[in-house]
Structure formats: C-alpha cells, structure tokens
T-cell receptor, first 112, second 115 residues
Framework: GENVEQHPSTLSVQEGDSAVIKCTYS??????FPWYKQELGKRPQLIID?????GEKKDQRIAVTLNKTAKHFSLHITETQPEDSAVYFC???????????FGAGTRLFVKA | GAGVSQSPSNKVTEKGKDVELRCDPI?????LYWYRQSLGQGLEFLIY????????KSGLPSDRFSAERTGGSVSTLTIQRTQQEDSAVYLC?????????????FGPGTRLLVL
C-alpha cells in the first residue's frame, strides 16, 4: 500500500542553524505534498505545501523541494528559532478525492 | 469563524465497551478525515469522506471500526468492543473542496483510554 517514510525521527539544532527533514513516498501517482507542524498538546497545522508541477516553493524561512523522479521531498527551515520546536509531519496525496498519507513525524528541538 | 470541533475531548472506557466519537467539521467543508495518533507517533489514516462519494475506508484497522457522516456534515467514528491497543488520540480534519482547497483543518482530538 501507500507509504511515506520520514527522516530523521528527532532533530536537534542550535538556534540560527538550518534544519532539513526528508521524506520519500511510494505512490507514484501522488501529486500533492503538504507539511504540517504540531506543537506540544496542539493540533497539526499546515505550514507549506507543494504540488508536483513545481520543484521548489518558499515562504519566508521555510522551503520545500520536490524530486518526483526520486519520489523525495524535503522541508528546509533556515535561521531556526526556539518557537520552531515542534513535531513536523510530511504527507502525500493524489489530490482531490483521495486520502492523505502522513509520515511518522520529526521532533525538532531548537536550542537557544 | 468556528473551527473543527470534536467531542468528547477525553474518553475513558473499559475493554469490550463500545465508544462513539463525534466530529463537527467547518461549515461548508466537503471533505472529512479521521486519523489516529498513538503516543509520540504519526497520523494514521482511518477513513475519508468526500461529498456524496463512497468513503475511503481503507485505513480502518479492523471491522470493529466504522464511521458515518450524516447530511454531509457531522461525522461519528464508532469503535466496538474496544481493546487496549485502541487507546490513542483520534483526530478529525476537514477541508473545503479538494482539489482546489486541500488544506486540512484539524480538530483538537479525542483522547481515548481503554482500561
């Protein structure tokens, strides 16, 4: 069945450094790749997403890259801040009318 | 406006009992999703409703799990004969109208504990 692998499971960085989280997906028909952030005790919230017709998308300090051939996509956070500490989930979907499969999550710690 | 709401927020039950979890999506959202999140784990897909289409039930872990969505709005997830391994947070999410608006808005979850 469909699967999304996410690495690393835990990531610790110093404030101001960059953080990179990587995901791979198995369903080659996937064309929509969102990233969600879940702070401790709170609900997941979308932070950025990318569709298969683009290779990169950026929003201030966060960016996502997609390699459809390799079925890889990555989240990049630059100039990390303590408030970036959270669990980040990648996901893949075929788009409207289909389910979304989430990765297992990456717990990011940003040390001040 | 009002977000996705879920009830109850917490549920403690005894093994073998049935439970019903409720989700109220954002008004006008046609897609509704149920996920299960075990402690420190990811989001496990359970079931997906989209408009009047047949739901995608491929994530339901056993026939003890079922869900319905009445009138295209409120959804109920039912777990029959609960087992201890069913203990988890059950999250509901809704989105406006895939594929144009696919952002999923999550509810606060129902924390289920099966003793």
């Amino acid at each position: 069945g469909e699967n999304v692998e996410q690495h690393p499971s835990t990531l610790s960085v110093q404030e101001g450094d960059s953080a990179v989280i990587k995901c791979t997906y198995s369903d080659s028909a996937s064309n929509y790749f969102p990233w969600y952030k879940q702070e401790l005790g709170k609900r997941p919230q979308l932070i950025i997403d990318i569709r298969s017709n683009v290779g990169e998308k950026k929003d201030q300090r966060i960016a996502v890259t997609l390699n459809k051939t390799a079925k890889h996509f990555s989240l990049h956070i630059t100039e990390t801040q303590p408030e970036d500490s959270a669990v980040y989930f990648c996901a893949a979907s075929r788009g409207g009318g289909f389910k979304t499969i989430f990765g297992a999550g990456t717990r990011l710690f940003v040390k001040a | 406006g009002a977000g996705v709401s879920q009830s109850p927020s917490n549920k403690v039950t005894e093994k073998g009992k049935d439970v019903e979890l409720r989700c109220d999506p954002i008004s006008g959202h046609t897609a509704l999703y149920w996920y299960r999140q075990s402690l420190g784990q990811g989001l496990e897909f359970l079931i997906y409703f989209q408009g009047n289409s047949a739901p995608d039930k491929s994530g339901l872990p056993s026939d003890r799990f079922s869900a319905e969505r009445t009138g295209g709005s409120v959804s109920t997830l039912t777990i029959q004969r609960t087992q201890q391994e069913d203990s988890a947070v059950y999250l509901c999410a809704s989105s406006l109208f895939p594929p144009d608006q696919e952002t999923q808005y999550f509810g606060p979850g129902t924390r289920l504990l099966v003793l």
